[in-house]
């Protein structure tokens, strides 16, 4: 069964974007105002961006992020749309 991302309709708020590359608010927002996600939705009161715009990001902007520090299930989701199966994994391997 595949699991979608629960932000992909709605858009990516600072918080989402925080959670998903393991960055500082400050961080994301920088970003943002450098203009490296693109134009952002305009849905309600918060900045948002399309799951486009951010899988953008990841391909174009890939020295900004660091992989160590991602969401690994987030980022999976937000780029496959599904959630990896943990069945099976050893327990306490990573």
């Given amino acids: 069964m595949r699991v979608r991302e ?3 309709k ?3 708020t600072v918080y989402h974007l925080r959670r998903l590359f393991g960055e500082r608010a400050k961080t994301v927002r920088g970003w ?3 203009g490296l996600l693109g134009k952002p939705m305009l849905r309600s009161r918060e900045v948002r961006f399309s799951r486009r715009a951010v899988v953008r990001f990841i391909r174009d902007r890939a020295g900004e992020y660091s992989l160590a520090r991602v969401d690994r299930q ?3 989701a ?3 749309g599904w ?3 943990l ?3 050893a327990r306490g391997a990573s």
């Fill in 87 to 89: 069945k099976g994994r």
């Fill in 83 to 85: 959630f990896p199966s």
């Fill in 78 to 80: 937000l780029l496959y």
């Fill in 74 to 76: 987030r980022f999976l």
């Fill in 6 to 8: 629960s932000n992909s």
């Fill in 32 to 34: 943002i105002d450098r």
């Fill in 10 to 12: 709605s858009g990516y």
